[in-house]
């Protein structure tokens, strides 16, 4: 590739420290692939994800390791040992032990998970889960921690196939274990939305001698939910900037524009140096192929509802003949039923019944596949098996195949398509009493969470072409224009 200016500053800067604001779609891989080519050190490339790390390992010459965190910690940590068996924690079975009602065992999970992901060598009070429905008269922070440590023992023993070594265990042992990288250089991508414990493994090899860049775009930061951080914060040196995409036109760019100037005042313009396309409104339709993005899972099936038996429909989060959550749904849907024979997922079956998992599922701390099936089995009840069928009728193994795309928003993170559109189950940007804009704020009545214009800007600029708004950003549009 030819660097623009932009990309030419990150590619021959000698800085200890390197932190790169990458806009959507500005070649921050690109970027670094032509950096690793005039810097020819040992390097590591800490991807976001799986198939970040195999993409990157066709794209970055040989003096570059590309990895994710959590393979050096597997194999520094599982290996060959055999010690560990990996798994999920289950609330059932730790709710069993200490005869706990599941609820109180959830929040023993949440809380071990809480001190796994963070920087933090003990667990203390800091990581306990709060009481969010206010269930217990009294503070219950000590009786939590103390389970939580408990738990976190046998985990840690390795010896009860019940309570097996999760993901984000092995990560934190390795962290605990202070790793020394012996690498010149330390690429962490996607820094926006890095775990604490991640940060901590990162930020630590700058002792050792190793320089560290940082990239990332902290108006892609979109899983704060579950605690990740903007790790370009924790890095003291000025920041390389790029704004100029090669992803989209001038169109798709200026809606960036509008939702960044209008919400953050980002006064810095992201410059769309693709092919000219086109902002839809109204009634006005695109051609397929298309995407549909949508904020969750629940309304990416009543999308597929609406569509099956009339459209080839493809989604890149499931197996072709499924849709993400089809068994969750049907598990659920016999729960309701009262079939407990048909319930294929054994932890589900610990429900007595479904109004038990209904409750459970409104204190927020219910696995987020039951949430979305039993937002399904609401809508649609004993309509379910018709509609999950009728689906699998209409799906493809491969997007070439079909007339249109299904993905959430979350999914589509680093993906792109020529057409897509956004659907109306985004937060809402404007006061339904009063119809005034709202702005940055943690209450969702009546201002909209960051994260949440975060995840709009994300899903826009996944449009190569053309883009058609939901309603509330296209009648953002309006008013900017």
Same mark, same amino acid.
């Given at each position: 590739m030819t660097p623009t200016k932009e990309q030419q500053a990150v590619v021959d800067a000698t800085n200890d420290s390197l932190k790169v604001i990458a806009f959507a779609?500005?070649? $921050? &891989?690109?970027?670094?692939? !032509?950096?690793?080519?005039?810097? *020819?050190?040992?390097?590591?490339? /800490?991807?976001?994800? $799986?198939?970040?790390?195999?993409?990157?390992? #066709?794209?970055? @010459?040989?003096? %570059?390791?590309?990895? &994710?965190?959590?393979?050096l910690a597997y194999a520094a940590i599982i290996g060959g040992s055999g010690k560990y068996a990996l798994g999920k924690l289950s609330i059932f079975k730790t709710a069993k032990l200490y005869r706990l009602d599941f609820y109180m065992a959830s929040l023993i999970h949440k809380t071990i998970e809480n001190f796994c992901n963070s920087a933090d060598f003990d667990m203390t009070k800091e990581h306990v889960a709060p009481d969010a429905i206010g269930r217990y008269e009294h503070d219950i922070t000590e009786v939590v921690l103390d389970f939580a440590k408990k738990?976190?023992?046998?985990? /840690?023993?390795?010896?009860?196939?019940?309570?097996?070594?999760?993901?984000?265990?092995? /990560?934190?042992?390795? *962290?605990?274990? *202070?790793?020394? +990288?012996?690498? !010149?250089?330390?690429? +962490?991508?996607?820094?926006?939305?890095?775990?604490?414990? &991640?940060?901590?493994?990162? /930020?630590? *090899?700058? =002792?050792?001698? =190793?320089?560290?860049?940082?990239?990332?775009?902290?108006?892609?930061?979109?899983? =704060?939910?579950?605690?990740?951080?903007?790790? +370009? #914060? $924790?890095? #003291?040196?000025?920041?390389?900037?790029?704004?100029?995409?090669?992803?989209?036109? @001038?169109?798709?760019?200026?809606? =960036?524009?509008?939702?960044?100037?209008t919400f953050f005042g980002e006064t810095r313009s992201l410059e769309g140096l693709g092919q000219a396309g086109e902002i839809l409104s109204g009634q006005a339709a695109l051609t397929p192929p298309t995407t549909y993005l949508s904020r969750t899972n629940a309304h990416l099936f009543s999308q597929a509802c609406v569509m099956a038996g009339r459209l080839k429909i493809f989604t890149p989060s499931g197996v072709y003949g499924t849709l993400p959550l089809f068994d969750d749904v049907m598990n659920v849907y016999n729960l309701w039923r009262g079939n407990k024979s048909e319930i294929r997922d054994p932890e589900l079956k610990h429900f007595e019944d479904y109004w038990e998992l209904l409750e459970f599922v409104k204190t927020g701390n219910a696995d987020p596949n039951y949430n979305v099936a039993v937002a399904v089995v609401e809508k649609y009840q004993a309509g379910v098996p018709v509609q999950?069928?009728?689906?699998? $009728?209409?799906? %493809?193994?491969?997007?070439? #195949?079909?007339? %249109?795309?299904?993905?959430?928003?979350?999914?589509?993170?680093?993906?792109?398509?020529?057409?897509?559109?956004?659907?109306n189950d985004f937060c809402p940007l404007f006061d339904e009493e009063t119809g005034k804009l709202k702005s940055i704020g943690p209450d969702r009545k009546t201002h909209v969470p960051a994260d949440e214009v975060n995840l709009l800007y994300v899903a826009a600029t996944r449009a190569k072409l053309n883009l058609k708004p939901n309603a509330d950003l296209e009648q953002l549009i309006k008013i900017r224009s």
């Open positions: 779609g500005t070649g $921050k &891989t690109a970027t670094f692939v !032509a950096r690793s080519h005039v810097h *020819q050190e040992r390097t590591i490339y /800490l991807a976001f994800n $799986k198939s970040v790390e195999q993409e990157a390992k #066709q794209r970055f @010459p040989s003096n %570059v390791l590309a990895k &994710t965190t959590h393979a738990v976190w023992a046998i985990v /840690l023993d390795g010896k009860n196939p019940d309570f097996p070594m999760p993901h984000s265990g092995y /990560l934190k042992l390795y *962290q605990l274990s *202070q790793p020394v +990288l012996h690498y !010149a250089t330390i690429m +962490l991508d996607e820094a926006q939305d890095t775990n604490p414990v &991640t940060q901590d493994i990162v /930020l630590r *090899q700058a =002792a050792h001698g =190793a320089r560290v860049l940082l990239a990332g775009d902290p108006y892609q930061q979109i899983y =704060a939910w579950r605690g990740a951080v903007d790790a +370009l #914060q $924790k890095v #003291q040196a000025d920041p390389y900037y790029l704004t100029q995409s090669f992803r989209f036109g @001038p169109e798709i760019a200026s809606v =960036a524009n509008v939702i960044l100037g999950i069928e009728n689906i699998r $009728k209409s799906l %493809v193994p491969t997007p070439e #195949q079909a007339q %249109v795309t299904l993905i959430t928003a979350h999914r589509a993170k680093g993906l792109e398509w020529d057409n897509v559109i956004l659907c």
